[in-house]
């Protein structure tokens, strides 16, 4: 059965630093994509940002560019390293793994196609302090 597990979270100072990791157990695809979304509470979940299996590449939403960085191990694990954080950013944060996706990573990681995703991780609470 496939698993995602998320960690990492924690409270932080604002303009500290966090890493959050995406474990993947019995993951056998090729071609899929990671994501982290985070949802704060009373907000819809957002897309936050993604990688590609295929080539590597990735996607950050306009919020956290130039703050987060996304990366795989290319086995089991997607890290995403949060720099700068802002009050803002206090949420859950949510890995999800999207199977054979036909359309971009950016074009996936919104709002609109969580439902597609195939599989979610438990989240993990990321709160940062003003």
């Known amino acids: 059965e496939v698993q995602l597990v998320e960690s990492g979270g924690g409270l932080v100072q604002a303009g500290g630093s966090l890493r959050l990791s995406c474990e993947a157990s019995?993951?056998?695809?090729?071609?899929?994509?990671i994501a982290w979304f985070r949802q704060a509470p009373g907000k819809e979940r957002e897309g936050v940002s993604c990688i590609s299996s295929r080539d590597g590449s990735t996607y950050y939403a306009d919020s956290v560019k130039g703050r987060f960085t996304i990366s795989s191990d290319n086995a089991n694990t997607v890290d995403l390293q949060m720099n700068s954080l802002k009050p803002e950013d206090t949420a859950v944060y949510y890995c999800?793994?999207?199977?054979?996706?036909?359309?971009?990573?950016?074009?996936?990681?919104?709002?609109?196609?969580?439902?597609?995703?195939?599989?979610w991780g438990q989240g993990t609470q990321v709160t940062v302090s003003s």
């Open positions: 019995e993951f056998t695809f090729d071609d899929y994509y």
């Open positions: 999800g793994a999207y199977v054979n996706p036909y359309y971009s990573c950016g074009y996936l990681t919104s709002t609109d196609h969580i439902s597609e995703y195939d599989y």
